[in-house]
């Protein structure tokens, strides 16, 4: 096989196995294995973590989606209800589905990029997304269901994901030291992950009231999920930014 060649037909796959066989975790796993096959191999044939442009980036989070959703899976909340993984790998297999629509950028690192920080503050961001957005699934479960669980979910999730973009933060700061000299700077990003952070701060802190708050609560666990998506997406391709497409 020619690792310098894309392999769509590895992404089309685990779009598949997202689609129709996210029913069994087996088909979550299936298609979190060819996801992880094809970074991999364009990693490999890059020598770098393929982490650049709408076609890396979202396939990196359709892949974090699906390996969080599969891990969640095994929580008690959620431990044998099919339509959880069918949530998390329609999720998951839509968002690796978009990505096949951008061509990948086979480009070297540009040396601003060229550093373990970089790489690092990427990747823990991307992990912290796809746990809002599992939260944000189990927050939707309790509305319709009532189901107090769900929410034991839609914290544990939060609070991971918080931990995670808590990292990415900060080796994001220490990244834009190396790059231009210094730890902040005003762009639109920048703004909206501050923003992105207090709100999950805020729902934790929210979480912890009782069970009074509990529908504000599951309303949160929502309204972070755009919050999250307009971060990552709106901001980078919605307005001039360092983190721009």
Known sequence: MNLSAPMPQLLWFAVACLAAGSLWRTGIAAA???????LFARGLALGRLPLLGPHDTLLFFGMSLALMGLLASYS??????????VAVGLSAGCVTAVALLFKPLNMPLPQILDTLWFELHVVVAFFGYALFAVGGIAAAAFLFSGIRSYLDLLYKSAL???TFFSVS?????????????????????????????????????????????????????????????????????????SHSF
């Open 169 to 241: 933060m900060i080796s994001g700061g220490i990244w834009g030291y190396y790059a231009w000299g210094t730890y902040w700077l005003w762009t639109p990003k920048e703004l909206w992950t501050s923003i992105l952070w207090l709100f999950y701060a805020l729902l934790l802190h929210v979480r912890l009231k009782g069970a009074r708050w509990d529908t504000v609560t599951a309303w949160l666990g929502i309204a972070g999920l755009f919050v999250t998506l307009f971060t990552y997406l709106g901001v980078s391709m919605l307005m001039k930014s």
């Open 76 to 85: 008690p909340a959620v431990r044998g209800k099919r339509w959880f993984t």
């Open 32 to 38: 979190l294995s060819a996801q992880l096959f094809y």
């Open 160 to 162: 991971v994901g918080w």
